[in-house]
């Protein structure tokens, strides 16, 4: 069985959605914890709701990101993960994390990666002209929202549209294919070797698969 921690920081949309999938028995894996890095984070409710142990370490108890970082990683640790599912988990994670994490960590952006790395995607997608956007989920490395993608969903981007109503029609395909991932994972479908992303033993390429 596969143990799985979920890092949150906010709304924990994702989380629910792994929940969800949890609760029909289809995530594959049993997620033993639901960290956040934020005590308000409405995440941590849902994880109450679901009877999912929750932890909070708080980034402003650490004098630097090392110090957080470390503390996080023993409560993280404490659980004996197979699996790492950052869900919308809004901090950089130093190196020394992410090596330790290293093929068993998992991140969803809100964008087609590599386009739109960092914050306000959905604004930068507009501003683009783009026609359309969407979400990945990829390995995490030591390169921020740069590791190995494993599956992308993409959306229309309609004239006038503003941020907000983009970012709710990229939450529905990321609602699909974060759980669908996390299942993969768990079924030892999807591997990441050498800094690529396997599925079903054929390297993905680089917007995963298709
Ligand atoms: C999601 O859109 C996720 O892709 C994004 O934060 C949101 C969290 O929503 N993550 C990032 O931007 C990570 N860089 P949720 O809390 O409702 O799942």
Not at 93 to 111: A, D, K
Not at 119 to 142: M, N, R, W, Y
Request: glycine letters at 10%; hydrophobic letters at 40%; one cysteine or more.
């Amino acid at each position: 069985m596969t143990r799985i921690v979920v890092l949150i920081s906010g709304n924990g949309s994702n989380l629910q959605a792994l929940l969800d999938q949890s609760d029909a028995n289809q995530l594959g894996g049993q997620i033993m914890a639901v960290i956040s890095n934020k005590a308000d984070a409405y995440g941590l409710e849902r994880a109450h709701a679901a009877g999912i142990a929750t932890a909070v370490v708080s980034n402003q108890d650490y004098a630097d990101r090392e110090s957080f970082d470390a503390a996080l990683m023993q409560v993280i640790d404490g659980y004996q993960p197979n699996l790492v599912v950052l869900a919308g988990f809004m901090r950089i994670l130093t190196p020394t994390l992410v090596r330790h994490y290293r093929g068993r960590m998992l991140n969803i952006h809100p964008s087609l990666l590599p386009r739109y790395q960092g914050l306000h995607t959905h604004q930068k997608a507009i501003d683009a002209g783009d026609k359309e956007h969407g979400c990945s989920v990829h390995f995490v490395t030591e390169e921020l929202d740069g590791g190995p993608v494993i599956l992308q969903a993409r959306v229309p981007i309609f004239a006038g549209d503003t941020a907000s109503e983009v970012a709710e029609r990229v939450l529905v395909q990321e609602h699909a294919i974060y759980p669908l991932t996390v299942r993969w994972f768990c079924d030892g479908r999807v591997v990441m070797q050498q800094g690529n992303a396997y599925l079903d033993g054929a390297l993905l390429p680089p917007h995963g698969y298709a």
